[in-house]
């Protein structure tokens, strides 16, 4: 089993729609959860960041993360087409530098 | 936030030769740099930690014979593919955690093409 699952898709959505992404995870002590955007062949960009339990709003996006359930979720509202890009997950469990990344969501947002 | 820069961001070479790939720190001190390896449709898996002033720590799985990791200065780190292979294709990425912020940053990537 991985420490962190999550589904590739491909999700495809209408712009204007909603968005749920989400990641699993099976290690406890993780304890830093983030959110990256990442665009074909390019380095990824952080998105959001939450420290242990609860939501975070940053504009047009919502992270929420649930420990007791070792689950997180990235929200985006009124999606538009340049939202399309992979959306990574990472978590970690102490201040350090090594995350463990999710797979990845490929999302494509039609106009 | 920190800048990272990544160069080159992409390089095609021929089987049996070396590669290195630089990573700054443009506006950060760093102890601490990270090299990712990510191959197509898959999640970045972390290579190696980079410490400044000794040896590098590697993950389980890398070889360090292979991918030497050099980190001279606060402000650079460079990965060398040694006797690069077809295999050794794949998007390579640095990375810079800032402990102040409690967020990491990622260089532009490197695309490695081994013919």
């Known amino acids: 089993q991985k420490e962190v699952e999550q589904d590739p898709g491909p999700l495809s959505v209408p712009e204007g729609a909603i968005v749920s992404l989400n990641c699993t995870y099976s290690?406890?002590?993780?304890?830093?959860f983030m959110w990256y955007r990442q665009y074909s062949r390019k380095g990824p960009e952080l998105l959001m960041y939450t420290y242990s339990s609860g939501n975070k709003e940053d504009g047009r996006f919502t992270a929420q993360v649930d420990k007791s359930s070792k689950y997180i979720s990235l929200f985006i509202r009124d999606s538009q087409p340049s939202d399309s890009a992979t959306y990574l997950c990472?978590?970690?469990?102490?201040?350090?530098?090594?995350?463990?990344f999710g797979q990845g969501t490929t999302l494509q947002v039609k106009p | 936030g920190a800048v990272v820069s990544q160069h080159p961001s992409r390089v095609i070479c021929k089987s049996g030769t070396s590669v290195k790939i630089e990573c700054r720190s443009l506006d950060f001190q760093a102890t601490t740099m990270f090299w990712y390896r990510q191959f197509p449709k898959q999640s970045l898996m972390l290579m190696a930690t980079?410490?400044?002033?000794?040896?590098?720590?590697?993950e389980q799985g890398v070889e360090k014979d292979k991918f030497l990791i050099n980190h001279a200065s606060l402000t650079l780190s460079t990965l060398t593919v040694t006797s690069a292979h077809p295999e050794d294709s794949s998007f390579y990425i640095c990375?810079?955690?800032?402990?102040?912020?409690?967020?990491?940053?990622f260089g532009s990537g490197t695309q490695l093409s081994v013919l």
């Open positions: 290690n406890s002590a993780f304890q830093y």
């Open positions: 990472a978590m970690r469990s102490s201040n350090t530098g090594k995350l463990i």
């Open positions: 990375s810079v955690h800032r402990q102040d912020l409690e967020k990491l940053f």
């Open positions: 980079s410490n400044e002033g000794s040896k590098a720590t590697y």
